[in-house]
């Protein structure tokens, strides 16, 4: 990056992208730094998982280069066994090739090249497996084979859909947006800030997020060295063209989910017609499916606020929409915050961004965006609008939830979780006591654990105090904490 030599949106090359392999790092080019170098010693950690996250996911080829998977430490440098004359050429070629960088002018330090020759510089290549078990080399293999998990589960699905290079776009310096079309209308998008600054113009989300590196913003501003994959390859008509797939998207059913191991496992049929059950909404059949479609869209047209809208304190000036008939004047607001305050306002509806139109019962009905004040602390707050005589529910919540640094970071912990009344030892009354519990912390430390996962120690019921809390089997657990205390 960043991209040169052809106009907006042209593709990249004729041939596909599995036409070709992309690496970061490999044995000619690291043997040739002067002390065979792997690039985690001169790049930073974010550099690069944000440029790792790009070539690993490309719907090229990617090469994994020794050791590169679990941050190996130990360097690559230019080593051969010649005979004496062609040696001492080669050991002299490289110094004098090296000389020319501003770095190795002292003489000295060219002397500290290593001899290709030499038996220790063959040596000091090989990898201490050991190290695989322990951080932050055990921390960068997850953070791959996770990434590999993706690749696996959404990118080689696809490659036979894409036929022809990239489409992409510059932004600015280090930062672009690829995009590779998938079949009848299906895209794989690829949003890239590969610089040390933030940059601004990436387009809101579109499709599922496979993968982010960094923090990207809601105004469409990428932190440094952040990279976002997405893949639309359900486009909403095709979606939506199962009744039961629109109807289960309009309430609130996720599509799909990622499980323990990584993998995206869809949902089924029945499994979203069991929910829709619950809330009363009948879908047996494509008759009631449309139905309920019907019924849905029309109470969304004929309800001036929703019940509930949730939004996030840090994704700019909160907003509601809003439906009123075509027409309608000034209207006011009043918005009650959770700590009593309130807040209020009188604009023109016809001033309000227009989202969408239609006809209900007759009824010509605009939705526009109604934006309120610029800041709206967390918690539930109400608003109400007249004319309408309609009000809801604000739950204004953070963008996300607090994460412990080392899971932050990508890292897992794991526990034991146990039941205090289970516990044996020499000393207890047969039950488990504090003393036995002090023990299990002691010992699961000893042995690297981050957290122990204890029961509710109280009764169950007030009036029936001798009944236990129910046992669960001990289970590895992530943790929240990176001790045990």
């Known amino acids: 990056m960043p991209y040169r030599g052809r106009p907006r949106g042209e593709p990249s090359a004729n041939l596909p992208p599995t036409a070709f392999v992309a690496f970061i790092q490999n044995h000619d080019q690291v043997g040739n730094r002067a002390f065979g170098d792997r690039v985690t010693d001169f790049g930073s950690a974010a550099a690069v998982r944000a440029i790792t996250a790009v070539y690993l996911l490309l719907p090229q080829i990617p090469m994994l280069f020794m050791g590169e998977e679990w941050g190996a430490v130990q360097p690559f440098p230019f ?83 894409i036929r022809e290079a990239g489409r992409y776009e510059v932004l600015g310096e280090g930062a672009v947006i690829v995009r590779w079309q998938l079949g009848e209308g299906g895209v794989l998008m690829l949003a890239a800030n590969l610089a040390g600054t933030p940059a601004p113009g990436f387009p809101n989300g579109s499709g599922r997020v496979l993968w982010q590196e960094g923090e990207a913003g809601e105004d469409g501003t990428f932190g440094p060295w952040t990279v976002r994959w997405s893949l639309d390859d359900d486009p909403r008509e095709q979606r939506c063209a199962n009744a039961l797939d629109e109807l289960a998207e309009r309430m609130g059913i996720e599509p799909e989910f990622r ?204 009036t029936i105090r001798n009944t236990p809390v129910p046992t669960r089997r001990p289970v590895v657990c992530c943790s929240t904490s990176s001790t045990l205390t």
């Open 79 to 161: 080593f051969c066994d010649f005979g004496p004359d062609l040696a001492d050429a080669v050991r002299k070629g490289r110094r004098d090739e090296f000389a020319r960088f501003p770095e190795f002018q002292d003489p000295k330090t060219r002397e500290r090249i290593p001899d290709p020759m030499a038996e220790e510089t063959f040596a000091s290549a090989k990898l201490r497996w050991e190290d695989i078990a322990r951080e932050p080399h055990a921390g960068w293999l997850d953070w791959y084979r996770r990434v590999l998990v993706i690749r696996h589960a959404e990118i080689v699905p696809v490659l036979g859909a």
């Open 259 to 462: 499980n323990a191991k990584g993998e995206i496992v869809r949902t089924g049929a029945e499994t979203k017609r069991s929910p829709l059950a619950a809330t009363g909404v009948r879908a047996s059949d494509e008759e009631q499916t449309r139905e309920a479609l019907v019924t849905l869209e029309r109470g969304e047209w004929l309800r001036p606020l929703p019940p509930v809208a949730v939004l996030q304190v840090d994704a700019g000036p909160p907003s509601v929409d809003l439906v009123l008939p075509v027409g309608t004047g000034e209207i006011t607001w009043c918005l009650t915050l959770e700590d009593g305050s309130e807040q209020t306002g009188r604009l023109d509806f016809a001033n309000l961004d227009l989202l969408d139109a239609h006809t209900v019962e007759g009824r010509q009905l605009q939705r526009r965006r109604l934006a309120l004040a610029a800041e709206l602390p967390c918690g539930y707050h109400r608003l109400a609008v007249e004319p309408g005589n309609s009000s809801t529910v604000l739950a204004s919540t953070p963008g996300k939830c607090w994460l412990p640094p080392p899971l932050a970071q990508g890292r897992r912990l794991w526990g034991i979780a146990a039941q205090l009344y289970l516990l044996r030892s020499a000393t207890d009354w047969g039950i488990g006591d504090f003393r036995d519990l002090r023990r299990l912390v002691e010992l699961a430390a000893d042995h690297g654990a981050d957290v122990i996962g204890l029961n509710p120690l109280h009764a169950m019921f007030p």
